[in-house]
Nanobody, 124 residues
């Protein structure tokens, strides 16, 4: 099992920045991939970014590439979000998996482990 605890959400004006953090505890074999998904109000959960254990490979959803950066320090993953837009408003979920495939998550695949989510609200 893996426990994931997010922090860093909040309210920010459009054009601003936020940094999300997620700390994992539990069996390290289940955190080969760590990443982020988000769920805007009334919409389905959608892939944001993923990173492998060493940090040598990252993958982004097309709509955030260039504005968001994922990074990792052991079993803590970060999401630096810049140039935020009102449409980035969502609950952001940290996720972990035993395997890593950016294309799998970007095409609707879901990881095994989830955090409780943190709210990000971007005002216009």
């Amino acid at each position: 099992q893996v426990q994931l605890v997010e922090s860093g959400g909040g309210l920010v004006q459009a054009g601003g920045s936020l940094r999300l953090s997620c700390a994992a505890s539990g069996h390290s074999s289940n955190t080969y991939m760590m990443g982020w998904f988000r769920q805007p109000p009334g919409q389905e959960r959608r892939f944001v970014a993923a990173i492998n254990r060493s940090g040598s490979s990252t993958y982004y959803g097309g709509y955030v590439k260039g504005r968001f950066t994922i990074s990792r320090d052991n079993d803590t993953v970060y999401l630096q979000m810049n140039s935020l837009k009102p449409e980035d408003t969502a609950v952001y979920y940290c996720a972990a998996d035993r395997y890593y495939s950016g294309t799998y998550y970007d095409t609707g695949g879901l990881p095994d482990y989830w955090g409780q989510g943190t709210q990000v609200t971007v005002s216009s």
